[in-house]
């Protein structure tokens, strides 16, 4: 399974941006990036995914490095309810979603 | 509808009872999974099924058995279980393509006792 490396935990402002960094050295080329997050007492929830291009979507940005070693979670403007655990994963060819230790984003008023 | 429903939201069973957890959707998914997860631990993948077969088992123990009736029901059957089997245990679904967002449910939280 390849590995991602997130910072354990950030914190941000509200209404700030918030830059999330991902490792993935070992990607494949044909890996997908996903990202899920998970608020506390819930389960994980899809956030955004790309394969080489850059993504927008109403949640977030996904910013994909030319290498595709690293990638960037861009939240546009921080809100409390984006106060959460963010997991950053690559998805192979096989049905694994292999979640790794995810960063923990705080977020102060 | 996109919801992922699990039943029941809480659990709490003896060591020497058998249960059962329901999960359930009508997306039309043909990958369901179940995870474990402990308290401040990431989701551990449990199982994987694929157009209702069982198509992983990350070495989870017997005392835990998957079963997918149908395409819209995955079940996780329970018996004989420890007390650090108490976890909450997510379910998901997805299409089979890689390039498409797994949803999860909100987790059955089991306490064994």
């Known amino acids: 399974d390849a590995k991602t490396t997130q910072p354990n935990s950030m914190e941000s402002n509200e209404e700030e941006p918030v830059h999330l960094p991902c490792n993935h050295s070992?990607?494949?080329?044909?890996?997908?990036i996903h990202w899920y997050r998970q608020l506390p007492s819930q389960g994980p929830e899809y956030v955004i995914h790309g394969l080489t291009s850059n993504v927008n979507n109403r949640m977030a940005s996904l910013a994909i490095a030319e290498d595709r070693k690293s990638s960037t979670l861009i939240l546009h403007r921080a809100t409390l309810r984006d106060a959460a655990v963010y997991y950053c994963?690559?998805?192979?060819?096989?049905?694994?979603?292999?979640f790794g230790t995810g960063t923990r984003l705080q977020v102060f008023p | 509808d996109t919801e992922v429903t699990q039943t029941p939201k809480h659990l709490v069973m003896g060591m020497t009872n058998k249960k059962s957890l329901k999960c359930e959707q009508h997306?039309?998914?043909?990958?369901m999974y179940w995870y474990k997860q402990k308290a401040k631990k990431p989701p551990e993948l449990m199982f994987v099924?694929?157009?209702?077969?069982?198509?992983i088992n990350e070495s989870v123990p017997s005392r835990f058995s998957p079963e997918c009736p149908n395409s819209s029901l995955l079940n996780l059957h329970l018996h004989a279980l420890q007390p650090e089997d108490s976890a909450l245990y997510l379910c998901a679904s997805s299409h089979r393509f890689k390039g498409t967002e797994a949803f999860f449910g909100q987790g059955t939280r089991l306490t064994v006792v």
């Open positions: 997306m039309g998914h043909r990958a």
């Open positions: 099924y694929s157009y209702e077969k069982l198509s």
């Open positions: 070992t990607i494949s080329g044909t890996d997908y």
């Open positions: 994963i690559l998805k192979d060819n096989t049905d694994k979603l292999i």
